[in-house]
């Protein structure tokens, strides 16, 4: 159990950047999988970025790759999603989610961040 509070969204033109971070308390993070979701209006929650114990090993979502990067210093029990040349189709509400070593589900998720890209 670890509780995770996003915060750095905002709004930004098209072609901006944000940096979101999340900080968890409760428990620390090394032996957590940590990972970044999204959810516009209407539509379901989609996978954005993932990063293992390690602090190396990463995976983005082929719709953010190269513009997105996820990364986390787990002596701050931090998790960060720094977002370059942002598109209007990324506005939604950013989620952080940790996943337990060795489980298959994201357990817990914070409240959210919005980030809202302007045309």
């Known amino acids: 159990q670890v509780q995770l509070i996003e915060s750095g969204g905002g709004l930004v033109q098209d072609g901006g950047s944000l940096r979101l971070s999340c900080t968890a308390s409760?428990?620390?993070?090394?032996?957590?999988?940590l990972g970044w979701f999204r959810q516009a209006p209407g539509k379901e929650r989609d996978f954005v970025a993932a990063?293992?114990?390690?602090?190396?090993?990463?995976t983005h979502a082929d719709s953010v790759k190269g513009r997105f990067t996820i990364s986390r210093d787990n002596a701050k029990n931090t998790v960060y999603l720094q977002m370059n040349r942002l598109k209007p189709e990324d506005t939604a509400v950013y989620y952080c989610?940790?996943?337990?070593?060795?489980?298959?589900?994201?357990?817990?998720w914070g409240q959210g961040t919005q980030v809202t890209v302007s045309s």
């Open positions: 989610a940790a996943k337990f070593r060795g489980t298959q589900e994201y357990a817990s």
């Open positions: 990063i293992l114990y390690d602090a190396r090993t990463a």
């Open positions: 409760g428990r620390t993070v090394s032996n957590f999988v």
